[in-house]
């Protein structure tokens, strides 16, 4: 079965400085990923997703990640933190089924 | 247009008792799925629904807890015999079936068990 590994349940980043949030997958078959956003009180909102074509994806906000097979990785990135990226994010894989598996998250923490 | 909405946002009840949630998933959207979201931790996946077919239950963690859709339209989350452990942030999310990945989630509702 597929699954992720967030590394990190806290991440703290002062503004301006590069955001690095980590995902490791396993999975038997070429994987669908994605990372999803949550803020304060809110549902959970898609950041991004992978599904086999470039392996540098694009999301909303700055962000972006970068497919690494040979790592298993699939690491979110910002260049520069903004105060408003506060939240929690989520790493899934698409396990088939019509089910997403989700990390357990990883709290980020701006400061100024 | 419209996204996904629950009600309550939040609701306190008494160990023992039964509870309801409600999801309303965006519209023209398939497939609706629940979630339990323990406080720290990710999503658990619960029941997932898709047009008329058999739901997929096999997240549900035990009997007391039952859900239902009617058609493409509105789901009911029912727990039984609410007990502590129950005390969660439950998330409905619905989306397209040619795109089951894409999934839209509801601001969730906070359950609390005393």
């Known amino acids: 079965a597929q699954s992720v590994t967030q590394l990190g349940s806290h991440v703290s980043v002062s503004e301006g400085a590069l955001v690095l949030l980590r995902c490791n997958y396993s999975s038997s078959v070429p994987p669908y990923l994605f990372w999803y956003v949550q803020y304060p009180n809110q549902g959970l909102q898609l950041l991004l997703k992978y599904t086999s074509a470039a392996t540098l994806v694009k999301g909303i906000n700055g962000f972006e990640a970068e497919f690494k097979k040979s790592e298993t990785s699939f690491h979110l990135t910002k260049p520069s933190a903004h105060m408003s990226d506060a939240a929690e994010y989520f790493c899934?894989?698409?396990?088939?089924?019509?089910?997403?598996?989700f990390g357990q998250g990883t709290r980020l923490t701006i400061n100024p | 247009g419209a996204g996904v909405s629950q009600s309550p946002s939040n609701k306190v009840t008494e160990k023992g008792k039964d509870v309801e949630l409600r999801c309303d998933p965006i519209s023209g959207h398939t497939a609706l799925y629940w979630y339990r979201q323990r406080l720290g931790q990710g999503l658990e996946f619960l029941i997932y629904?898709?047009?008329?077919?058999?739901?997929?239950k096999s997240g549900l963690p035990s009997d007391r807890f039952s859900a239902e859709r009617t058609g493409e339209s509105v789901s009911t989350l029912t727990i039984q015999r609410t007990q502590q452990e129950d005390s969660a942030v439950y998330l409905c999310?619905?989306?397209?079936?040619?795109?089951?990945?894409?999934?839209?989630f509801g601001p969730g509702t906070r359950l609390t068990v005393t």
């Open positions: 629904f898709q047009g008329n077919s058999a739901p997929d």
């Open positions: 999310a619905s989306s397209f079936r040619a795109e089951p990945y894409e999934q839209y």
């Open positions: 899934a894989i698409f396990q088939g089924a019509q089910k997403l598996v």
